[in-house]
């Protein structure tokens, strides 16, 4: 069996509250160490794009 890893952000509601996440998961042959870094700046930008689509200000959106 192959191991998995993977990275996870939150989503926020228009208070600022997490409600739910986004996450992108792989196999560690293909989402290696080395494109993780990369891969986990692009699920923060999806996910706090989402939250503003809920109503999130941006203030209210960090990296947890």
Not at 9 to 17: C, F, L, T, Y
Not at 27 to 56: D, H, I, K, M, Y
């Amino acid at each position: 069996y192959e191991m998995v890893r993977g990275v996870a952000a939150p989503i926020r509601d228009n208070e600022g509250k997490v409600f739910a996440s986004l996450s992108a998961l792989g196999v560690t042959s293909r989402l290696t160490a080395e494109w993780l870094p990369e891969v986990a700046l692009q699920v923060v930008a999806a996910a706090n794009g989402v939250s503003r689509l809920f109503g999130c200000s941006a203030s209210s959106l960090k990296a947890d």
